[in-house]
């Protein structure tokens, strides 16, 4: 029976395509801004994107501010950095010029500069009164889609966790999407926010609050990165691939910004914030655990992804089809030369409780299609290592 139920889809304007990221100048003049606070970091300054945005800003005569003081799985200080950074040059606008990590800042700044509070009081959903100054986005990785999504993940520093700062009070005002700015990444970055993107589709997918809209995203998605990362990794300069891939993150983040996400999130926000690894590679990581202990929960939806991945499942019985499905996930990552295991990564058996605790707490958990308790959590987390 087809779906008539009450489904809302949220989603800011984007403009895809090479040189996307010159229209920057064009559009902080429409927004009326006098001064822009522009949010990047070292790489991204030392690659010369952000050189490139903010000669835009001085052909449209716009005034400006640096911000560069941010790291990957960017910290609860440095957001509140940013925003005496943001007050004290008097500034009415904000550019995230980089990865998820730069927007994730430039949206922190903006929720703290628009609420006067520090950033930690915001976690959680629909926990942003009031909205943020115009916000443009030029992202410089495909995967992370915070410049579509209505998230923000910032690292408590204090508690070694990161929160999910869910509202649509932080979705950007626009975003530039320029797949040119993709190959200056190196291959271990083009692979983790790769399978990042793929997540965001594959929980985006099986999401409880999944609508027709984000599935026709999501499975595009899925079909995109599967068949176009590795070809990325190996030809990190054929920009056909890097658009592929690029379109494939685009449309999982719209997705995912409408659907929500799942365990997968709620454990990699753990895990990254207590070690402080790279948020794909964690996801990575995790995905085939996670996938497994949801299979019998949402069969049909799992099958549908093992059929995007062109597996062949004809003649297959359900415990067979999760084995495919579950292994084929494990080569894409393996392949994609993400091959550690949690324990190779720094992970310890006395850890496992404080993830799985911490893990539990995170809003995405709400949309898992499976209802996962602390000692599933914990099981999972052991699985991985």
């Known amino acids: 029976m087809f ?36 949010v990047t970091d070292p790489g991204v300054l030392s690659a010369g994107w952000a050189a490139e945005v903010i000669r835009t800003l ?11 003081g941010v790291s990957p799985n960017p910290r609860d200080y440095e957001v509140m950095t940013g925003a005496e950074a943001y007050r004290q040059g008097k500034c ?25 509070k520090h950033i930690l009081s915001f976690e959680g959903v629909d926990k942003v009164p009031l909205p943020i100054p115009p916000l443009v986005c030029i992202p410089t990785t495909a995967g992370a889609s915070a410049d579509v999504s209505q ?18 009070s932080v979705v950007p005002d626009v975003s530039l999407v320029d797949p040119a700015t993709l190959v ?21 997918f099986v999401s409880n609050a999944n609508s027709a809209f984000t599935d026709m995203y999501a499975q595009e998605a899925i079909r995109l990165i599967d068949q176009n990362l ?10 056909e691939y890097r658009g592929k891939v690029m379109m494939g993150s685009l449309n999982a983040g719209l997705a995912f910004s409408n659907a929500s996400l799942g365990c997968v999130h709620a454990m990699a926000h753990s895990l990254g914030g207590f070690l402080d690894l790279p948020h794909g590679e ?29 597996l062949p499942l004809h003649g297959l019985t359900s415990s067979q089809r999760k084995k495919a499905l579950v292994e084929r996930l494990l080569s894409l990552k393996n392949a994609s030369g993400i091959n550690k ?6 992970v310890i058996i006395s850890d496992i409780n404080e993830l799985a605790r911490k893990a539990m707490k995170d809003p995405c958990n709400a949309t898992n299609p499976r209802r996962p308790s602390q000692s599933d959590l914990e099981v999972i987390f052991k699985e991985a290592m």
């Open 151 to 168: 998230f923000a993940i910032i690292n408590n520093t204090t508690d070694k966790v990161k929160i999910a700062i869910i509202s649509k």
């Open 3 to 38: 779906d008539l139920s009450l489904r809302k889809f949220l989603a800011p304007e984007f403009i895809f395509g090479v040189d996307a990221r010159k229209l920057a100048g064009r559009y902080v003049r429409n927004f009326g801004a006098r001064k822009v606070l522009v």
């Open 282 to 310: 964690c996801n990575a990581m995790l995905l085939p655990h996670v996938v497994n202990f949801n299979y019998e929960a949402s069969s049909e939806k799992y099958d549908s992804i093992a059929l995007a991945l062109n």
């Open 230 to 239: 590795l070809h990325t990794i190996q030809q990190p300069d054929n920009l």
């Open 184 to 204: 200056t990444m190196d291959s271990m970055l083009t692979a983790c926010t790769g399978i990042d993107a793929l997540v965001h589709a594959i929980e985006a």
């Open 58 to 68: 001085e052909e449209e005569k716009v005034s400006y501010e640096l911000f560069t």
């Open 341 to 346: 295991t949690l324990k190779e990564r720094g």
């Open 92 to 116: 009415d606008s904000l550019v995230a010029v980089g990865g998820g990590s730069v927007v994730d800042c430039a949206k922190g700044i903006g929720i703290v500069c628009s609420n006067n």
